[in-house]
């Protein structure tokens, strides 16, 4: 039943933009390196820039092995699942890359999310993947499951830092600077998010 789309646009494009929460897949290129699986969440923090490009928030957490992937090899795979209405599993297999607060395309990149307060969630960086393939399959197996509302933790706990301080908890972690494997993570000192 899957079927191969050559941009997101239409139906598609609606489907990706009504899910509440989906999932990303890096790996290092190294045969035995940590492959890394996320679920993406908090409402207003996806977007889809053009008809192959889409972009994510990448919030403070405790580790970086997605920013460190992307640095080393650009390897990434979006998928979304629909948990409710008609079955469907959308994967976007593409390039992507992290756009630091320093990077002069980080402004204009930041106004695809009007949405949502990033200061709330302490933003390291813009995530931006170029689709390369495109496509869907059943998701019959996929359970009927019913969103109630965003947790509002990662706000209340990260709302209370200022640039400094989160840098401070950043360098306080073992796997932001660098990987579980070693990789180059997030490039610390944080550059202030004020400057963009």
Known sequence: MGKVYERIDGRLRTFIEEQKMFFTATAPLAGDGTVNLSPKGLAGSFAVVDELTVAYLDFAGSNAETIAHLRENGRITLMWCAFTGPPNIVRVHGRGEPVFRDDPRFSALLN??????????????????????????????????????????????????????????????????????????????????SST
């Open 112 to 193: 695809h999310f009007p949405d949502i307060d990033v200061e709330d969630h302490g933003l390291r960086a813009i995530i931006v993947v170029t689709a390369e393939l495109i496509r869907d399959t059943c998701g019959y197996a996929v359970p009927y499951l019913d969103y109630r509302e965003d947790r509002p933790l990662h706000a209340s706990r990260f709302r209370r830092e200022d640039d400094e301080s989160l840098d401070r908890y950043f360098h306080k972690k073992e796997h932001i600077a660098s990987s579980i494997d070693g990789l180059p993570g997030l490039p610390l000192p944080l550059p202030p998010l």
